[in-house]
């Protein structure tokens, strides 16, 4: 019979526990199902879930010889490539949330796994901050640069030309990279559905 109670108590913990980790799971494994008419906002929030969906595969299984890998001295390593991906998911989120980017910009002190999470948090927060939104309501959206007194002011559209489609070309980019180093993508990654095959 005490066995029998032991085996309860760890099974109740396990899930417990599996519950959590599923929980706490990293956004963008595949990507989200979107309902609702194709408006200005939908579309884009249904675009950057594409480029989160990218980012996370492209990052997925990355190891320490692919963060540091360098194809030429001139260019930069995977981990720098990673570190400017983040800096432009804030952009992304500040631009959603018509938040100023101060300039000059600081890059925090973290770690790959910290970078990769903050940056898949990001891209949802701005996909989330977008979806809805009325074509008048993005409109009003700017992009701004504070450095000191001095403030830049740049209208929505540039951020489609700018950091979304910068944020998909670094992120095809990671996928070369970590080729070269000999740790390929998930050949399983439909990008067209959204999904990953077993």
Sequence with gaps: ??????????????????????TNSLPYAQIPEKTGEYTGGNVLSRMIDGLGFRYYWA?????????????????????????????????????AQ????????????????????????????SSELLAGKSDS??????????????????????????PIVDMIHHSGQLVLLRRMSGNPINPKVNVFLGVTGK
């Design 59 to 95: 990052t997925e299984g990355l190891t320490q010889k692919d963060l540091d890998f360098i194809p030429t001295p001139e260019s930069r390593n995977t981990m720098e490539t990673i570190e400017h991906l983040f800096g432009l998911s804030q952009t992304l989120l500040n631009g």
């Design 1 to 22: 019979m005490k066995h029998l109670f032991a085996l309860f108590i760890f099974m109740i913990y396990f899930n417990s526990g599996f519950a959590q980790v599923s």
């Design 137 to 162: 309501e993005i409109s009003e959206l700017k992009i701004i640069f504070q450095r000191g007194d001095s403030r830049t002011e740049y209208p929505f559209w540039n951020m489609i030309n700018g």
């Design 98 to 125: 018509n938040i100023p980017n101060i300039q000059p910009s600081t890059t925090p002190g973290m770690n790959f796994m910290e970078f990769r999470e903050k940056t898949l948090r990001n891209i949802q927060k």
